[in-house]
Nanobody, 116 residues
Framework: QVQFVESGGGLVQSGGSLRLSCAAS????????MGWYRQAPGKERELVAR????????NYASSVKGRFTIFRDNAKNTVYLRMNSLQPEDTAVYYC?????????WGPGTQVTVSS
């Protein structure tokens, strides 16, 4: 059984920063690619960042490239998302999941709200 629990969200002003964490249970964490996804109100869930199993090949959506950084600690079964220069359009619920995603693994997510 795989479970992800996200944390670190909150309310921040435009231009601020947050670091999200995703703690994983189960034994597969170190052998899978991981992704951070987000869903804004009225929009579909989208992939914002992806990390290879070793963490050496990150990929980012164009909307966050240069502002967000994904990194992972396989020893701690945790993947992180550092978000800088946050903008109101980054407001969403943020989730982690394997990549490609598996709908059985969605956690509760963590809300990020950016005020202008």
């Amino acid at each position: 059984q795989v479970q992800f629990v996200e944390s670190g969200g909150g309310l921040v002003q435009s231009g601020g920063s947050l670091r999200l964490s995703c703690a994983a249970s189960g034994s597969l964490f170190s052998i899978v690619d991981m992704g951070w996804y987000r869903q804004a109100p009225g929009k579909e869930r989208e992939l914002v960042a992806r990390s290879s199993r070793g963490g050496s090949v990150p990929n980012y959506a164009s909307s966050v490239k240069g502002r967000f950084t994904i990194f992972r600690d396989n020893a701690k079964n945790t993947v992180y998302l550092r978000m800088n220069s946050l903008q109101p359009e980054d407001t969403a619920v943020y989730y982690c999941n394997v990549y490609p995603l598996n709908n059985a693994y969605w956690g509760p997510g963590t809300q990020v709200t950016v005020s202008s």
